[in-house]
Every structure is written in structure tokens, then in C-alpha cells.
């Protein structure tokens, strides 16, 4: 069993920053692809950055040049540095990870999700 565990939301005012954090723990073998995504209320759940194993990243075009994704992969963990916020980036942000945990089997995971209120 895999768990993903998020930390870092919380309310900021336009203009300010936050980083979140996730962190994947349990049977992993590797993690090839980690993300972030978000939802907003009375909206769908989308991608706001990926990077891969090998540290290649994208992002969603409402975000370039303002977030950044990284990623510790000693520690399993991915990063997501939020600058510039908006309110419109005002959601549940939750991380996504393909993991391998046996050597021929992969499978997605989540976090539980954190929140972002961003205030005008």
C-alpha cells in the first residue's frame, strides 16, 4: 500500500505565495510521474503541473511562469512552489503518483487533498 500525504495550503492574500508538499510513503519500488492537481468549486479537477522521474516538467498555461514543480526523489516527495497566486488558483489541490511498486506493476495514487484560498 502506497500513501500520499499533502501539507502546505492555507489562505494568502493575491500576490503572495505558498509551497505545497507530498510526500509518498509505503511499498514503492520507484515513482515514475508525480503531480499536481487542482479543483475548484463547481468545477472539474485539473492538471496544473507534472514532472517526471527524470525531472522533465509541464504546466497548465494558467500557471507557466508563476508555479514551479520539483521533486526530492531520495525522499520521494514532490514540491510545488506557488508564486504570484491569484484568486482564481483558489482550490483543493491534491498530488497524483504513478507507482511502481513491484517490478512489473504500476498503479496511480492521491493525497488526500489540502486546500488554497487565495483572497483578493
Known amino acids: 500500500q502506497v500513501q500520499l500525504v499533502e501539507s502546505g495550503g492555507g489562505l494568502v492574500q493575491a500576490g503572495g505565495s505558498l509551497r505545497l508538499s507530498c510526500a509518498a510513503s509505503?511499498?514503492?519500488?520507484?515513482?515514475?510521474?508525480m503531480g499536481w492537481y487542482r479543483q475548484a468549486p463547481g468545477k472539474q479537477r485539473e492538471l496544473v503541473a507534472i514532472?517526471?522521474?527524470?525531472?522533465?516538467?509541464n504546466y497548465a498555461d494558467s500557471v507557466k511562469g508563476r508555479f514551479t514543480i520539483s521533486r526530492d526523489n531520495a525522499k520521494n516527495t514532490v514540491y510545488l512552489q506557488m508564486n504570484s497566486l491569484k484568486p482564481e488558483d483558489t482550490g483543493v489541490y491534491s498530488c497524483?503518483?504513478?507507482?511502481?511498486?513491484?517490478?512489473?506493476?504500476?498503479?496511480?495514487?492521491w493525497g488526500q487533498g489540502t486546500q488554497v484560498t487565495v483572497s483578493s
Open positions: 514532472i517526471t522521474s527524470g525531472g522533465s516538467t
Open positions: 497524483n503518483a504513478n507507482v511502481r511498486y513491484r517490478i512489473w506493476s504500476t498503479s496511480d495514487y
Open positions: 509505503g511499498s514503492i519500488f520507484s515513482i515514475n510521474d
